[in-house]
C-alpha cells in the first residue's frame, strides 16, 4: 500500500514540475494562446497546474481502496 501510494506522489510532483517547466518555456519564449490569440499569462499557467494539482489529489483518494476492492473481487 505505502508503494503504490509512494509511487503516485511521485508521479504527481513529477508532473508537477514538468508543468511549471513547460509554462516557464511558454511564458518565456512569449508563445500565444490557441484559444484567445494572445500570449499566455501566469493566471492561467497557475489555473491549469493547479486545477490539475486538485484532480490528480481526488484520484489519489482512490489509490488506499484499491487492496479492499481487490478483496470484494
Same mark, same amino acid.
Given at each position: ?7 503516485? !506522489? ?5 508532473? +508537477?514540475?514538468?508543468? &511549471?517547466? #513547460? ?5 518565456? !519564449? ?5 484559444? +484567445?490569440?494572445?500570449? &499566455?499569462? #501566469? ?18 483518494? #482512490? ?11
Amino acid at each position: 500500500m505505502g508503494t503504490i501510494l509512494g509511487i503516485f !506522489h511521485f508521479g504527481m510532483f513529477l508532473f +508537477t514540475g514538468w508543468a &511549471y517547466f #513547460i509554462a516557464s518555456y511558454l511564458l518565456y !519564449h512569449k508563445y500565444n494562446n490557441p484559444m +484567445t490569440d494572445e500570449e &499566455y499569462t #501566469i493566471e492561467e499557467i497557475v489555473q491549469v497546474t493547479q486545477c490539475t494539482i486538485m484532480t490528480m489529489l481526488t484520484a489519489g483518494m #482512490i489509490v488506499p481502496t484499491i487492496p479492499g476492492i481487490t478483496k470484494g473481487l
